[in-house]
């Protein structure tokens, strides 16, 4: 590589990336921070006019850096209420500590910055403008612990609850709660929760965006992977026309028959006018026989099909009774990319197509979708 390109890619990397917000959210935010620095401006100007407080300084400088996390990025780790309240107090109370100590020195300087961020680590509370708070108080020269009371806690707390009511009042979840990660069921193709932890753990390194975001983001971006790859395909598309059903009254020997010879997994079960309320499966037989107990398999799925004579039976007799009740189903006119991750996170092998009056068209499985799949693959090369 030139010399020249070399410096030309120096520079490049120097220069920020576009941001991916448009006017409406910076106007938001920007009015936001405003809002929230002046309603806490004024809030510690009352406590210093009735001597509530000891301290004169009713603001102090690092309050301008937690107002740009908490409202415009407000479900940043580093904005959250803890990490505003605990990172802003607990390191000026450092840095207190430190300038007690040593004195107004470079050092103590640099100690009390870097006991900030250990604490803040320590106690799950790490905002950037921490660090700031324990700097101010070393150079200012503050020795008085109340001062990390008064403005520092007060300040904090204000422009936080301030951030709860505007963030929220303009459409942003604040504080952000992060959702526990979903497990994957067992042979799932796609990325799984697991594999991101994974990532991150390899990755190690502060992430200013909370993990479910991020695996929220994740899934966006291998949702339009899919559909760049499959367009405007539909379900209707795909699926296989005509499927075999049957109805809640349908004979356990009947509907058995149909799974065996026609060497299918499910049956989609519906009513008079074709309305899915169920779907039968091998496995809705397995455990209602019960037969996956090997010994004398034969003999009781046998008497577990045979229709009992007479008005009272101790077992099941039709499909009605074994069938499962909860069953996804899609319309014919959904676009197929968003059933893959249905497939691959779900467990779903087969997933009836439903249209006009939900009435029943036709089925999608697996394989009519690994058949799409491989079809748009060969276009593609």
């Known amino acids: 590589m030139s010399s020249a390109s070399s410096i030309s890619s120096f520079w490049r990397a120097l220069w920020p990336a576009a941001m991916a917000v448009n006017g409406r959210e910076r106007v938001r935010a920007a009015?936001?921070?405003?809002?929230?620095?002046?309603?806490?401006?004024?809030?510690?100007q009352l406590c210093v006019a009735t001597h509530a407080m000891p301290s004169a300084i009713w603001l102090v400088a690092p309050l301008g850096a937690s107002a740009v996390l908490v409202f415009c990025v407000p479900a940043s780790p580093l904005a959250q209420p803890w990490s505003v309240v605990g990172g802003d107090t607990l390191s000026a109370l450092v840095g207190i500590a430190c300038f007690s100590l040593l004195g107004g020195t470079a050092f103590s300087a640099a100690l009390a910055v870097a006991l900030a961020i250990a604490v803040m680590f320590a106690l799950r509370c790490l905002h950037p403008p921490g660090g700031a708070a324990a700097l101010l108080m070393v150079?200012?020269?503050?020795?008085?612990?109340?001062?990390?009371?008064?403005?520092?806690?007060?300040n904090t707390l204000a422009l936080v609850s301030a951030g709860m009511v505007y963030n929220r009042l303009t459409g942003r979840a604040y504080p952000h709660v992060s959702q526990?990660?979903?497990?994957?069921?067992?042979?799932?193709?796609?990325?799984?929760?697991a594999d991101l932890d994974a990532a991150l753990a390899r990755y190690n390194q502060v992430l200013d965006i909370p993990r479910d975001d991020l695996a929220a983001l994740l899934h966006e971006a291998q949702l339009h992977a899919y559909e760049r790859q499959f367009g405007t395909l539909r379900c209707a598309d795909i699926m296989s026309r005509e499927p075999l059903s049957v109805q809640f009254?349908?004979?356990?020997?009947?509907?058995?028959?149909l799974l065996r010879e026609r060497?299918?997994?499910?049956?989609?079960v519906v009513d008079r006018a074709n309305r899915v309320i169920g779907?039968?499966?091998?496995?809705?037989?397995?455990?209602?026989?019960?037969?996956?107990?090997?010994?004398?398999?034969?003999?009781?799925?046998?008497?577990f099909l045979q229709a009992t004579p007479g008005p009272n039976s101790d077992k099941a007799e039709v499909v009605g009774q074994i069938m499962s009740r909860t069953v996804r189903v899609v319309s014919a006119d959904r676009p197929v990319a968003e059933l893959v991750p249905?497939?691959?996170?779900?467990?779903?092998?087969?997933?009836?197509?439903?249209?006009t009056e939900a009435r029943l068209v036709g089925i999608l499985t697996q394989s009519d979708l690994v058949a799409a799949i491989a079809r748009s693959t060969s276009r593609a090369t």
């Open 31 to 44: 009015v936001g921070a405003g809002i929230g620095m002046l309603l806490t401006g004024l809030l510690a």
């Open 139 to 154: 150079m200012a020269g503050v020795h008085d612990w109340r001062f990390a009371i008064f403005p520092v806690l007060v």
């Open 180 to 193: 526990p990660p979903a497990a994957a069921p067992a042979g799932t193709p796609q990325f799984a929760e």
């Open 249 to 257: 009254g349908t004979p356990l020997q009947e509907a058995w028959q």
């Open 263 to 268: 060497g299918i997994k499910a049956l989609p």
């Open 279 to 303: 779907i039968v499966t091998l496995t809705d037989f397995m455990r209602a026989a019960p037969l996956d107990e090997h010994d004398g398999f034969a003999n009781r799925l046998r008497g």
């Open 342 to 355: 249905l497939f691959a996170s779900t467990g779903h092998h087969h997933i009836p197509i439903v249209g």
